[in-house]
Each structure stands twice: as C-alpha cells, then as structure tokens.
C-alpha cells in the first residue's frame, strides 16, 4: 500500500507492505505492529518497542492524532493505494527516526473484521489470494473457543494486519480486501 501524509506540517510519502517492509520517503525499514487495542499499537522495530496512542481515528476523514513518547502528532492520509506493495525494497532491519514510526495505521477500506475479541489462531489466506463467499480466512480463539472468520462475498486479500498469536478487539480490521 502507498499512502501520502501530512505529519505535524509536512509531506511524506509512505509504502508498505503485509511482510512489514516499510519506506517512509527515501528511508528504509522493518517494522511490526501490533493493536493490543482499538486505540494502541505497539511498534517494533529491530530491537525497540514504541508504544503509539490513537487519540483520534480518522479512519472517516483521513485525519489522525498521536501520541508517541508523551507528544501528540497530527497525521492526515490523503491518499491511499493498494498497488504499492512491491515498490519496497528489501529494507535491512535498520533503525528508523522515531518519529516516522507512528505514522502506519491501520489502512483504510474494505476489509474482515473481527466480529469479537479474541487471539489469531491460524491464518488462512495471504496477499494476492482471490477469496470466494464463505470462504474462511482465519481462526480466532474467543470464550476458548475456535472460530473461523468467513468472508461474505468474493474479493481479492490485499492484506493481513494481524499474525499467529495476536489478541484482535471486536471491530478490528484484520484482513484487507478489495
């Protein structure tokens, strides 16, 4: 995915693909994210964890504010394309500037939702997958019971959000589609 930006006053290009390869205009890096709840994630890269607060989810108007390290950041997405998955080159696992880190969220769009709370047991489907009605394409763990998550109509996947392992709140995004 390619997504132009607007943090705290200036203009950024971002690109990013499911396998964590990020470009945040000419620098190159490798990061995890994790949403432990609809308003954290927590972002690895290399050896450090960085803890971003959602204080505002412009996922509607495209218009986001942060908070990383006790200071609030303005993000604006203004536009978003899917195509871009394979313009990242294959980054080192090099450290980042911190504040490019919080800038990935969640993409906006179409997608699979999870329909409660709960862990990613197994996920069934990767990017590039065409996807029919009913299909299932993950299993989550909630009340220590097995679900599979079904799509309801034919798409193609054009990203995983969330590994083997991850706790997902009701609502979600954990699959992309399109």
Do not use: C, W
Not at 33 to 51: I, L
Not at 111 to 137: F, K, N
Not at 147 to 176: C, H, I, M, P, Y
């Amino acid at each position: 995915m390619r997504f132009k930006t607007n943090v705290d006053g200036a203009d950024h290009q971002i690109t990013a693909d499911a396998d964590g390869a990020l470009a945040v205009d000419a620098d190159h890096f490798v990061a995890q994210v994790s949403s432990p709840s609809p308003e954290r994630r927590v972002v690895r890269v290399a050896d450090k964890s960085y803890e971003v607060r959602v204080i505002e989810d412009g996922a509607d108007s495209g218009k986001y504010v942060l908070e990383l390290g006790g200071e609030r950041i303005l993000a604006t997405v203004m536009d978003v394309s899917r195509d871009a998955a394979s313009a990242v080159a294959s980054p080192t696992a090099a450290q980042a500037p911190l504040e490019t880190i919080a800038k990935p969220l969640e993409p906006a769009g179409e997608g699979i939702r999870a329909p409660m709370p709960g862990m990613i047991v197994e996920i069934l489907v990767q990017p590039g997958d065409t996807i029919e009605a009913g299909d299932p394409v993950l299993i989550l763990e909630a009340m220590k019971m097995e679900n599979e998550v079904r799509t309801t109509k034919k798409a193609t996947v054009t990203s995983v959000l969330v590994k083997k392992g991850d706790r997902a709140e009701r609502g979600q995004l954990l699959v992309g589609l399109e």
